[in-house]
Nanobody
Framework: QVQLVESGGGLVQPGGSLRLSCAAS????????MGWFRQAPGKQRELVAT???????RYADSVKGRFTISRDNAKNTVYLQMNSLKPEDTAVYYC??????????????WGQGTQVTVSS
């Protein structure tokens, strides 16, 4: 089973940017779809963005135009570039190695999460 390690979280002011990284323990070049999720205190985990093995992307409405998901198959790494951050983006962000089934993202192994805090 693949292991995932996130990094890049931290404290940023509103309007700022962060880039999260998720490194996989083995090659996922043409096997996995990857996803970023987040969970804010007292709320359910929600899907933020996904990317397929061929690079097709989907985003939650709340982050469209601000966040960009990408993957580097040579480095077995998926990224989440977050711009124009808002306080409501504060959450623990999790990486997931899943797949698509009939157009629906199916969750697989999780990373440990990385905290993102947007505050002045």
């Amino acid at each position: 089973q693949v292991q995932l390690v996130e990094s890049g979280g931290g404290l940023v002011q509103p309007g700022g940017s962060l880039r999260l990284s998720c490194a996989a323990s083995k090659s996922f070049a043409s096997i996995y779809a990857m996803g970023w999720f987040r969970q804010a205190p007292g709320k359910q985990r929600e899907l933020v963005a996904t990317i397929t093995a061929i690079g097709s992307r989907r985003y939650a409405d709340s982050v469209k135009g601000r966040f960009t998901i990408s993957r580097d198959n040579a480095k077995n790494t998926v990224y989440l570039q977050m711009n124009s951050l808002k306080p409501e983006d504060t959450a623990v962000y999790y990486c997931n190695a899943g797949r698509y089934d009939s157009g629906t993202y199916v969750e697989g192994p999780w990373g440990q999460g990385t905290q993102v805090t947007v505050s002045s």
